[in-house]
């Protein structure tokens, strides 16, 4: 088993160790504290996911913020992701994989919001992230000078995500468990900073 598949494996034993309501309260202090970040303040357009089970619980807050912002939910197309406003949630459709996706919503390219806010299967303190090993977020985020924040539980954090060159970092996680959250505002290697500059 590869280093990524036995990441994976680990992060899925953890889950199983916390109930729905551990999981419930921890995605509320993560929730709350990923609100109060400027960006998210001020941002008019954020790109946020509807959650699976075992993800960081969306629901509520993609239901809320649409009221005063506009929300884009990722839905599949090909091998890509594109976005789609979220309006309602009688308008989402289950996609591949269980995930439920807008049906109606108008269409917006990454490039269009202020805020993209990631799931992730593990992420570590340099904004690595290791997702499901599909590839639909890293295609989607590759746009230069997006604002990528990753939230996730505490046992999702890693001391170490091996990454690739395709591999997109997030500049910002929260990371939380129970009632407590921490922003974490990823520290990437000179070389990367160099470029991204």
């Given at each position: 088993?590869?280093?990524?598949?036995?990441?994976?494996?680990?992060?899925?034993?953890?889950?199983?160790?916390?109930?729905?309501?551990?999981?419930?309260?921890?995605?509320?202090?993560?929730?709350?504290?990923?609100?109060?970040?400027?960006?998210?303040?001020?941002?008019?357009?954020?790109?946020?996911?509807?959650?699976?089970?075992g993800?960081?619980?969306?629901?509520?807050?993609v239901?809320?913020?649409?009221?005063?912002?506009?929300?884009?939910?990722?839905?599949?197309q090909?091998?890509?992701?594109?976005?789609?406003?979220?309006?309602?949630?009688?308008?989402?459709?289950e996609?591949?994989?269980?995930?439920?996706?807008?049906?109606?919503?108008?269409?917006?390219?990454?490039?269009?919001?202020?805020?993209?806010?990631?799931?992730?299967?593990?992420?570590?303190?340099?904004?690595?992230?290791?997702?499901h090993g599909?590839?639909?977020?890293?295609?989607?985020?590759?746009?230069?000078?997006?604002?990528?924040?990753?939230?996730?539980?505490?046992?999702?954090?890693?001391?170490?995500?091996?990454?690739?060159?395709?591999?997109?970092?997030?500049?910002?996680?929260?990371?939380g468990?129970?009632?407590?959250?921490?922003?974490i505002?990823?520290r990437?290697?000179?070389?990367?900073?160099?470029?991204?500059?």
């Amino acid at each position: 088993m590869n280093e990524k598949n036995t990441i994976r494996s680990e992060i899925r034993r953890q889950a199983e160790l916390r109930n729905e309501r551990w999981r419930r309260q921890s995605s509320e202090a993560i929730l709350r504290r990923l609100e109060r970040l400027d960006a998210f303040e001020r941002a008019a357009s954020v790109a946020l996911y509807w959650s699976l089970p075992g993800e960081v619980f969306t629901h509520d807050l993609v239901e809320r913020w649409s009221r005063s912002k506009r929300i884009y939910l990722p839905v599949m197309q090909g091998d890509g992701l594109i976005l789609k406003r979220f309006t309602d949630r009688n308008d989402l459709r289950e996609a591949r994989f269980g995930v439920q996706e807008p049906v109606t919503g108008e269409t917006a390219g990454p490039g269009d919001m202020e805020l993209i806010v990631v799931p992730g299967v593990a992420f570590d303190r340099q904004g690595n992230r290791l997702g499901h090993g599909k590839g639909f977020y890293d295609r989607l985020l590759h746009e230069p000078g997006l604002l990528k924040a990753g939230v996730c539980f505490d046992y999702q954090m890693q001391e170490r995500i091996p990454c690739e060159a395709h591999d997109v970092a997030m500049d910002l996680l929260v990371c939380g468990s129970d009632r407590n959250a921490e922003l974490i505002e990823c520290r990437r290697p000179r070389s990367e900073t160099a470029r991204n500059a």
